[in-house]
């Protein structure tokens, strides 16, 4: 009998020294698991932040593609109004800002040139909308270096024959296009953001978890057993 009983406690013993081992064994493992999913988490962090910027640069993008067109409608009308100002005063300061919103057409032109060379569909209503504004353009300086008396009637034939409404239409199918643009990126960004999180803390709750199984089992396997 006595034997027996020394011979179950011996055969325990060597059963818990084997759990003891093989808890220390799992709980290392499950360590490490957890450390490689908290660095899975990490990645994924660093992988939407490198793609937001990206948007948020596109955001930016066009949302000064959006200032310059606006500005191309403010110098319009600014060099037509100055214009109009001179046929009916005879001041030339006014002449001096229809050369003014001359070079800030052109600069506004180039700054819009930068800014879609990479959208096919802006970049052809750019070429339209330099045509137009080509043809104005030049109207415009035949009608500055005409005499004063004959202005005002020019500027009556000009405004029935070159109306605003063609460039000012294509002025706002452009802006219509960046506000898409831009609306269609912000639900990008909000939907990446989105997974982006879940994942993330998804990633990073399942390696707690983890960490504390193996934890709890590097203890067991470390605890002294008789």
């Avoid at 493992?29 to 793609?51: D, K, R, W």
């Avoid at 993008?61 to 191309?72: E, G, K, P």
Wanted: charged content about 20%; some cysteine.
């Amino acid at each position: 009998m006595s034997a027996n009983t020394s011979s179950a406690a011996g055969q325990r013993q060597s059963v818990e020294v084997l759990l003891g081992g093989l808890g220390r064994e799992l709980g290392v493992a499950t360590l490490i698991i957890s450390l490689v999913m908290f660095i899975s988490a990490m990645v994924v962090l660093g992988v939407y932040f490198s793609h937001s910027r990206d948007s948020y640069a596109e955001l930016r993008r066009s949302h000064v593609v959006s200032a310059n067109l606006s500005w191309v409608y403010a110098e319009l009308l600014e060099r037509e109004q100055s214009l109009r100002g001179y046929a009916l005063s005879g001041d030339t300061d006014f002449l001096r800002w229809v050369e003014i919103a001359d070079r800030h057409l052109r600069i506004a032109d180039r700054n819009i040139h930068n800014l879609v060379a990479n959208d096919p569909v802006q970049r052809t209503n750019l070429a339209k909308l330099r045509i137009m504004l080509k043809v104005r353009g030049a109207n415009i300086a035949a009608m500055r270096d005409a005499p004063r008396e004959r202005m005002a009637e020019q500027i009556v034939k000009l405004a029935k024959a070159h109306d605003q409404v063609p460039v000012v239409g294509l002025l706002w199918t452009m802006l219509v296009h960046e506000r898409k643009q831009t609306e269609l990126r912000e639900q990008q960004i909000l939907r990446a953001s989105t997974i982006a999180y879940y994942m993330a803390f998804g990633i990073a709750g399942l390696a707690l978890i983890c960490g504390a199984v193996g934890s709890a089992l590097t203890l067991y396997g470390r605890r002294p057993h008789p």
